[in-house]
């Protein structure tokens, strides 16, 4: 039977926690009176079970003002304390000390596979008005699923259907993405691992839990389910083939002066800067707010509540259904560009030991492709259904003990020395270079084309470099950043700040030393020995291919015997007997490039076919399980955000969405053709670029949580202890509020309807068209109460004329670009301008009258959205009664009673958090 719920799920009679005082708030004295039915014995939300007669407390489910445990309607007097935490504070002194007894304290277990969930997490769930809708025992978020379907599927039909005109459209937004965005790709990468370091230092020691919890996973444990998800199928498909590529085409290889041996230690440590602290830190800013949220504030395990305390209830609205939506829609963008290149490197494998042609044609290919990700997808299938202490986790420490055993067996195998030699030059290397210079590199003038100024001497890097590599890793990141950050999230529950930037940012850069040194510093030296074998074979033999393997193209068997000219002279001694054949990079064959290392193990010797087969066998086990592990670990992640948080989810909800993954896997294959490996980059860089604006969010939510956590230690609830006022419409509010309605389709939640957040008000509608079109009108309004006395009228009446007049000229200019695109600058310049002048005046409004915000909030807003913060300003004016004794009575010393002591408006709920930067 269908449930829509007024267009929220659960209990629809309970409003939701009130940790803030954020927004318009609903009337106290209503909120008494209804609290009598809610609250009291008999009531659902606050405390009452239904199924044991029993108060059952919980923090987060108390509403400002209401009825006591005996039934008596509570009053608070007017102080520091947020609402909502007198509420708690009255409860406990009757009921007792519940902060100290984590009994008592509802926190998320994250143990999904538990057949037996509590109905306290279900009420816990039911306490947030979220849009929900229940099919039988399917329970999901309607808007956020529809934001997810209808994008993912919409695509793969596309790339099915026309699959030539799809690869060239998403070519081309990868490239318009790359030509623009690639300052904002790089340049946040040392932003968040800067960040991180400060977080560490200043509040490492705040534990994502109750002060009790412990973790649930063992240390090696839980790094085998961080790098399973992390990194996984890319280790073994770039391992050998990345420090290959990157001794060519770059800026350091084609600058004309460095040395073989300077290109490639740069070549390693540019693969480095790929893989180590630049991937990691997105995943660890996007882990720490969600951990931060679920498991010390007791949020919902969405991706949404990351930005609780920037978009406080509005969280639960269509925002957070959009922020969520959009979190599937990149999550499984990032997955699938996985998904492609695990078929790729299977398919490779296979070939390698004899299973599938080496001389198949290209749709031949591409089917057992497709036939790759599909068998994945069904074992992936299995394992997500089995959850995450079942499957996952077994499956992720299998493919690390393998991966272990075969950086063991290749170590030994290989000229030991040198790869140890190799890891500590690295290690030195990447510290010096690439923590600042390397991670701040662009290449301006490298990625200027021919006409545009591109250096003449020859020796710029190649202007698709940048796109193809760091702008496209930095975008891959990004995208995995929803998924991987869900899951180091959940998977980190009971561990401090501290604990968690180490064993995702320190431990996994380790690895990636260790890895990349082994696979890639042997990839390097055999490319380097084939080099050599070329050029001894065109000096003395007249053939640079007289060491060439029989049939091959690329690899050089190497001389097990000392070669000698002239019956007395060594040309060459061979101290490495049995590693051959080595094999030069073919950059159309980059896939094989992992396998020509494994069969160059031969030992001939010994063994007729060496080691080259069952090491190979072993890799490719070790993909596929690292594949199982990405495909179900983000199957799990967007049925949490499809189900808003809710952990205890329907295995069919599992099921559809692996299907999706392996659906958009496949579209994403068939468009792209011989040229997949685009297809599936682009959907990666496209899709991460609004998402890293969201990772920088979610800098000033972490912040805030930790000072929270910070200053109270035992509380669970978030709220802070000032007494700043707070916009009673936020920017995001007011005809925006008009998206709530239409999600809901007419049957908004009550609670939302009690806070003004179902419907705009005429007031908000006029205020925001005068706004849009005639601006400089509100902004004198606005002005005159903000600088009300005479001998301030003239800078009044030169900021509003400034205003009005600048406001005229981008619009004119705007529309005048199409036929003159040079007016552009002139009408952003003018723009900005606009933007300056509003900044100032809401800057100096929020100072001025004690109101929550920063200058950077202010600037976005009054550029972006100045028709919201022009009637964001008015609505305050008009509640403000201002009276002037004399011309020089200070501005801020006579509010009459319409204003608190401590400057906010009586009646409203103690606000909380700051405008979003």
């Known amino acids: 039977m269908n449930n829509y719920n007024g267009g929220y799920g659960g209990q629809q009679q309970q409003p939701p926690p009130q940790q803030q005082g954020y927004g318009q708030q609903p009337d106290p004295d209503r909120l008494m009176e209804e609290d009598?039915?809610?609250?009291?014995?008999?009531?659902?939300?606050?405390?009452?079970?239904?199924?044991?007669?029993?108060?059952?407390?919980?923090?987060?489910?108390?509403?400002?003002?209401?009825?006591?445990?005996?039934?008596?309607?509570?009053?608070?007097?007017?102080?520091?304390y947020d609402m909502h935490e007198i509420k708690n504070r009255e409860f406990e002194k009757q009921q007792g000390d519940y902060n100290n007894d984590p009994s008592f304290i509802k926190t998320q277990d994250f143990s999904i596979d538990d057949e037996e969930e509590s109905d306290d997490e279900d009420a816990d769930m039911d306490a947030y008005p979220m849009r929900e809708l229940n099919l039988g025992p399917i329970c999901f978020n309607p808007l956020t699923t529809f934001i997810g379907v209808v994008t993912l599927w919409g695509v793969s039909l596309w790339c099915i259907v026309e699959p030539e005109s799809s690869l060239e459209e998403l070519l081309k937004w990868r490239a318009a993405t790359t030509e623009y965005f690639t300052w904002f790709y790089v340049g946040t990468r040392p932003l968040f691992c800067f960040f991180l370091l400060w977080l560490y230092f200043k509040y490492g020691h705040i534990k994502l839990g109750p002060p009790d919890s412990v973790p649930d996973y063992s240390n090696v444990t839980y790094f085998a389910m961080l790098l399973s998800a992390g990194v996984a199928v890319g280790l073994f498909y770039y391992g050998v083939s990345e420090p290959l590529w990157h001794q060519s085409s770059h800026w350091f290889a084609n600058a004309g002066y460095h040395s073989q041996d300077?290109?490639?230690?740069?070549?390693?440590?540019?693969?480095?800067?790929?893989?180590?602290?630049?991937?990691?830190?997105?995943?660890?800013?996007?882990?720490?707010?969600?951990?931060?949220?679920a498991f010390r504030f007791n949020l919902p395990m969405t991706f949404r509540s990351c930005f609780y305390p920037i978009l406080g209830e509005y969280t639960w609205g269509w925002i957070g259904d959009v922020i969520d939506g959009f979190a599937i829609v990149v999550t499984v963008s990032g997955v699938c560009t996985s998904l492609g290149l695990g078929a790729f490197q299977i398919v490779a494998g296979l070939q390698r030991i004899g299973l599938v042609d080496?001389?198949?044609?290209?749709?031949?290919?591409?089917?057992?492709?497709?036939?790759?990700?599909?068998?994945?997808?069904?074992?992936?299938?299995?394992?997500?259904?089995?959850?995450?202490?079942?499957?996952?986790?077994?499956?992720?420490?299998?493919?690390?003990?393998?991966?272990?055993?075969?950086?063991?067996?290749?170590?030994?195998?290989?000229?030991?020395?040198?790869?140890?030699?190799?890891?500590?030059?690295?290690?030195?290397?990447?510290?010096?270079?690439?923590?600042?210079?390397?991670n701040f590199w662009t290449d301006a003038f490298g990625q200027l084309k021919e006409g545009e100024g591109r250096a003449i001497d020859g020796h710029a890097a190649e202007d698709w470099w940048m796109d193809s590599w760091t702008v496209f890793y930095m975008a891959w990141w990004t995208s995995w950043s929803g998924f991987v950050g869900l899951f180091v999230g959940c998977t980190s529950k009971g561990r401090t700040i501290g604990e968690v930037?180490?064993?995702?940012?320190?431990?996994?850069?380790?690895?990636?030393?260790?890895?990349?040194?082994?696979?890639?510093?042997?990839?390097?030296?055999?490319?380097?020995?084939?080099?050599?074998?070329?050029?001894?074979?065109?000096?003395?033999?007249?053939?640079?291919?007289?060491?060439?393997q029989d049939g091959a193209t690329h690899c050089f068997d190497v001389p097990q015997n000392d070669v000698m000219v002239n019956g007395t002279e060594v040309v060459f001694s061979n101290s490495m007997l049995g590693v051959t054949p080595v094999c030069l990079f073919d950059?159309?064959?980059?896939?094989?490039?992992?396998?020509?290392?494994?069969?160059?193990?031969?030992?001939?010797?010994?063994?007729?076919?060496?080691?080259?087969?069952?090491?190979?066998?072993?890799?490719?086990?070790?993909?596929?399980?690292?594949?199982?592990?990405?495909?179900?670990?983000?199957?799990?992640?967007?049925?949490?955000?499809?189900?808003?948080?809710?952990?205890?989810?329907?295995?069919?909800?599992?099921?559809?969405?692996?299907?999706?993954?392996?659906?958009?896997?496949?579209?994403?294959?068939?468009?792209?053709?011989?040229?997949?490996?685009?297809?599936?980059?682009?959907?990666?860089?496209i899709a991460g670029l609004p998402f890293t604006l969201f990772l920088v969010y979610m800098l000033q939510s972490i912040v805030v949580m930790c000072q929270t956590a910070d200053e109270a230690p035992n509380d669970m609830v978030l709220a802070t202890k000032d007494n700043k006022n707070e916009f009673q419409m936020p920017v995001y509010g007011g005809v925006f509020n008009v998206f709530e309605y239409l999600f809901s389709m007419g049957r908004v939640h009550e609670q939302r309807i009690a806070c003004g957040m179902d419907l705009p008000t005429a007031y908000q509608v006029t205020e925001f068209f005068y706004g849009l079109f005639v601006p400089f009108i509100p902004l004198a309004q606005v002005m005159w109460v903000l600088r009300p006395k005479p001998k301030q009228r003239l800078w009044n009446h030169i900021t509003v004329w400034a205003y009005g007049i600048f406001h005229i000229t981008w619009v004119v200019l705007f529309i005048l670009t199409n036929t003159a695109s040079g007016l552009r600058a002139f009408g952003w310049s003018a723009l900005f301008i606009n933007a300056v002048?509003?900044?100032?005046?809401?800057?100096?409004?929020?100072?001025?009258?004690?109101?929550?915000?920063?200058?950077?909030?202010?600037?976005?807003?009054?550029?972006?959205?100045?028709?919201?913060?022009?009637?964001?300003?008015?609505?305050?004016?008009?509640?403000?009664?201002?009276?002037?004794?004399?011309?020089?009575?200070?501005?801020?010393?006579?509010?009459?009673?319409?204003?608190?002591?401590?400057?906010?408006?009586?009646?409203?709920?103690?606000?909380?958090?700051?405008?979003?930067?």
């Open 36 to 80: 009598l039915a809610a609250y009291g014995p008999g009531g659902g939300a606050g405390g009452y079970n239904p199924n044991n007669n029993s108060l059952d407390y919980n923090p987060q489910q108390q509403q400002p003002g209401g009825v006591g445990p005996d039934g008596t309607t509570t009053m608070y007097d007017e102080g520091d």
């Open 262 to 293: 300077e290109i490639d230690v740069f070549a390693l440590n540019l693969t480095l800067v790929h893989w180590g602290l630049a991937a990691w830190s997105g995943y660890v800013v996007s882990a720490i707010a969600i951990a931060l949220a």
């Open 358 to 438: 080496q001389d198949i044609s290209e749709s031949r290919e591409e089917g057992i492709q497709v036939l790759i990700v599909w068998g994945i997808t069904l074992i992936a299938t299995a394992s997500v259904v089995s959850g995450l202490n079942n499957g996952i986790k077994y499956l992720s420490i299998l493919a690390f003990c393998i991966g272990l055993l075969l950086i063991f067996l290749l170590l030994i195998l290989e000229k030991t020395s040198y790869v140890l030699n190799l890891q500590v030059q690295s290690v030195g290397y990447y510290l010096q270079t690439a923590l600042f210079q390397i």
């Open 501 to 548: 930037l180490i064993y995702s940012m320190c431990a996994p850069l380790l690895f990636s030393f260790i890895w990349f040194g082994i696979w890639g510093g042997i990839g390097l030296r055999q490319a380097r020995q084939a080099l050599e074998l070329q050029e001894l074979g065109d000096t003395y033999f007249d053939n640079p291919n007289y060491f060439l």
């Open 587 to 685: 950059s159309k064959n980059a896939d094989a490039a992992f396998y020509n290392v494994l069969y160059s193990f031969s030992y001939p010797n010994d063994f007729t076919h060496g080691f080259g087969g069952f090491l190979t066998g072993l890799s490719i086990a070790a993909v596929v399980i690292y594949f199982v592990t990405s495909s179900d670990s983000g199957s799990l992640v967007v049925d949490f955000l499809a189900s808003n948080g809710n952990l205890d989810h329907h295995w069919v909800q599992r099921i559809f969405w692996s299907a999706t993954e392996g659906a958009v896997a496949t579209a994403l294959l068939r468009a792209g053709g011989s040229d997949a490996l685009k297809a599936v980059q682009a959907a990666s860089i």
């Open 837 to 917: 002048i509003l900044t100032n005046v809401k800057t100096t409004f929020r100072k001025q009258h004690n109101y929550r915000g920063n200058d950077v909030g202010d600037f976005i807003s009054s550029l972006f959205f100045f028709p919201q913060v022009l009637c964001q300003l008015r609505i305050e004016c008009e509640s403000l009664d201002i009276h002037y004794d004399d011309d020089d009575q200070d501005m801020g010393e006579s509010f009459n009673s319409g204003i608190k002591p401590g400057g906010m408006h009586q009646g409203d709920a103690m606000p909380m958090y700051e405008e979003p930067l």
